[in-house]
């Protein structure tokens, strides 16, 4: 590398979506490097926004119901989030800022959780 050159590290974005059913909705928005998403929605009227912001952060959700809904920011580096809702009206609020894991099963209905990890 010649002097006052730079390096560019390349992009590595995964992410795997399945959605079956009416009315499922997932917005996905990554900037960094080696960010992973799997998410796989089951079911009506589900909701997945996912932001990740930094390096290989890694996110997987399963929605199997109806009405559920995740809210889920990772800012930092090596985040990881595994979120899984079998029901209905369930609700989770997660952001994870820094280095931080974690993991969360809502099985039933009308549950709700807010959660910000540093």
């Not at 959605?19 to 929605?41: C, K, P, T, Y």
């Not at 930094?54 to 889920?72: H, K, P, S």
Request: proline share 1%.
């Amino acid at each position: 590398m010649e002097a006052g050159e730079s390096q560019s590290l390349p992009v590595t974005l995964q992410t795997l979506l399945e959605s079956n059913g009416r009315d499922n909705l997932i917005e996905l928005f990554q900037i960094g490097v080696q960010n992973q998403v799997i998410a796989a929605q089951s079911g009506e009227h589900n909701q997945l926004m996912l932001t990740q912001i930094g390096v290989g952060n890694e996110a997987t959700v399963t929605q199997l119901g109806f009405n559920n809904e995740v809210d889920l920011l990772q800012a930092g580096n090596h985040n990881s989030a595994e979120v899984t809702q079998i029901g209905d009206n369930n609700l989770v609020q997660l952001t994870q800022l820094g280095s931080a894991n974690f993991s969360i099963q809502q099985i039933g209905d009308g549950a709700s959780i807010a959660v910000t990890q540093y």
